[in-house]
């Protein structure tokens, strides 16, 4: 994830500078880590530029896409559903800060 995060040259593979092994994806074009738990196949729905408070371009995007398909590890599906502190996976705190996900809870919402 982090060497993946390394600002390269257009058309430098991320997957080969990651060592990374490719899979297919089921219904979009682009491949996906095989090695991964869980995958997120999405389409793209619109792709916008972020200005600053003074209108400037910042270089920085907003891009909202649509899940189509969600390839997951059977070795992680649990009584039908996927079992997030099986996978352990990795969460950005911010700044340099990551945490493995070892254990989740349920917080249901309160009702109206």
Request: with cysteine; glycine share 6%; charged share 30%.
């Amino acid at each position: 994830m982090n060497r993946t995060s390394q600002e390269v040259d257009f058309g430098i593979s991320e997957f080969d500078l990651a060592r990374l092994e490719m899979a297919p994806c089921r219904l979009v074009k682009a491949p996906r880590v095989a090695a991964a738990a869980a995958s997120l196949e999405c389409r793209l729905i619109s792709c916008t530029e972020l200005v600053a408070l003074d209108g400037r371009p910042t270089d920085n995007w907003w891009v909202v896409g649509q899940v189509v398909a969600t390839p997951i590890d059977d070795r992680f599906i649990k009584d039908g559903r996927f079992d997030t502190a099986g996978a352990r996976p990795l969460s950005r705190c911010g700044y340099h800060d990551y945490a493995v996900v070892e254990r989740v809870f349920e917080l249901k919402r309160p009702p109206r």
